[in-house]
């Protein structure tokens, strides 16, 4: 799931502002990741500075500080072939914006989770929320997990920009398979 490094523009079109510290581009990515919802941002922005504290800026991962403190909320993160996880915690941020995702099964079933893998549960969903104007994103892992979280699909390039400039490696959901 390594994405090349040809994916990524290096522009900064994301932002109103100059400031590109590390905590600026932070708080744009907790923007794009609660759309609509600056109070969710606002306080998840608080809690990923309690959670890097006076961490040198070179030695936060922000993918790992931000999936921390936006967990089940804004972002998701499940084991490699934890299904159900997977299932629940899509269902989970497709149900803040009033979204349902049709697995095309019964995801309370043990046949359903015995013949469906990951990859084919994440293209669903992402198939499910694109129509609705959201763009469901995977993000790199250190191990065989799924992480990440959505946004508005009018922020596609956008958060290509922020990954890019923030150093976590992303691809849309349809581009797993």
Do not use: C, K
């Amino acid at each position: 799931m390594t994405p090349s490094d040809d994916d990524y523009e290096t522009g900064h079109h994301f932002h109103d502002d100059d400031d590109s510290s590390l905590e600026a581009y932070v708080w744009q990515l907790l923007l794009l990741i609660n759309p609509g919802d600056d109070d969710t941002a606002f306080q998840q922005f608080a809690a990923y500075r309690d959670a890097v504290g006076g961490t040198p800026d070179d030695e936060v991962d922000v993918a790992q500080a931000v999936g921390q403190v936006a967990d089940w909320r804004s972002t998701f993160h499940v084991g490699a072939e934890d299904t159900r996880g997977l299932v629940q915690a899509l269902e989970e941020l497709a149900a803040r914006w009033n979204l349902a995702i049709d697995w095309n099964g019964d995801t309370d079933e043990d046949d359903f989770h015995a013949d469906v893998d990951p990859t084919e549960l994440v293209v669903t969903a992402y198939d499910n929320l694109a129509p609705h104007g959201y763009t469901l994103w995977v993000r790199e892992t250190d191990d065989d997990s799924l992480a990440g979280w959505m946004t508005l699909s009018r922020d596609t390039e956008a958060m290509r920009e922020l990954a890019t400039e923030l150093g976590v490696h992303l691809r849309r959901g349809n581009e797993l398979g």
